[in-house]
């Protein structure tokens, strides 16, 4: 299950309560959440996030990187001596790339803020070619997924263009065509409150397509006029890497947009992409 900016400090109850129903009901084998788990940064926003996400998650995977605003923005002292102090506390190492083996999944994790950047994202060589081995050595037939927070330069099924939200379109770009190269099937991310399911790669480019799958906010008011969102994503089978003739998983992206007419995370759509 993929949510993204939950933005606590502007949470809203109801759609907490709809997520954790959600979670019972779907069972994730993981829980990846890209980004902005705090309006401001603060403390009690930071206790509220991880009292509710290590709850939620109840011995399941949860896997998270930081957003901009998991970054303290006014408190200057704090954002420039231990920046990453209070997410590192709560959910982890927020080390630049880390890389975990989930069932048939290869997930690598990138940071893609930085201190002297306020919004857009920030990749360089080094994360770069960090990821791009990572996702070469993958087990054989895994799925490959990084989760970062903002999202990489993309296209609809029509071809146009989204920039993504990177200060380097450049730099996003040749990302985008190493970590595919490499084999990266899929990317998780978040960042401007907007749902999309994109192709990574023009549909002509390459004969494996990646996708970049952005949930829109899972649990704030900040809406952005869509409603709460998230992804689950599953596969048809675990992996098995003794069978080397084994087709790839067959992967199925589903959204979950919440309803204020039934107070319940509902599915309002499903791709195969694969």
């Keep these: 299950m993929h949510v993204s900016d939950l933005h606590f400090g502007t949470e809203t109850p109801a759609v907490c309560v709809a997520l954790r129903a959600l979670i019972d009901e779907q069972d994730p084998g993981a829980l990846i959440v890209s980004g ?26 949860l896997l998270a990187v930081p957003g901009n605003h998991d970054l303290p923005l006014f408190r200057f002292v704090e954002r420039a001596a231990a920046p990453y102090r209070l997410f ?16 048939a999944f290869r997930l690598v994790l990138i940071d893609t803020t930085r201190v002297f950047r306020h919004k857009r994202g920030t990749l360089d060589e080094e994360q770069v ?24 330069p993309a296209f609809s099924d029509q071809g146009e263009r989204f920039r993504g939200a990177f200060a380097s379109e450049l730099m996003a770009e040749t990302a985008v065509e190493r970590w595919a ?14 749902a999309r399911v994109l192709r990574l790669t023009s549909a002509h480019a390459h004969t494996h397509t990646p996708w970049l799958i952005q949930a829109g906010t899972s649990l704030s008011r900040r809406q952005r006029n869509e409603p709460n969102s998230l992804f689950v994503v599953s596969t048809d089978h675990e992996l098995e890497p003794s069978l080397e003739l084994a087709l790839r998983p067959r992967l ?8 204020i007419n039934t107070q319940r995370f509902e599915r309002v759509q499903q791709v195969l992409l694969n």
């Design 252 to 259: 199925l992206c589903e959204r979950w947009d919440f309803s």
């Design 181 to 194: 190269q490499a084999g990266l099937d899929l990317v998780f991310c978040g960042h401007t409150h907007h």
């Design 88 to 103: 590192s506390r709560h959910f982890g190492s927020a080390g630049r790339v880390q890389c975990h083996d989930l069932g």
């Design 36 to 61: 902005d788990l705090t309006q401001r940064a603060k403390p009690s926003e930071f206790e509220a996030a991880a009292q509710f996400l290590h709850d939620a998650a109840q011995g399941r995977a």
């Design 129 to 152: 070619a960090h990821v791009e081995a990572a996702l070469t050595s993958a087990p054989h037939k895994a799925v490959c997924a990084v989760v970062c927070h903002h999202p990489l």
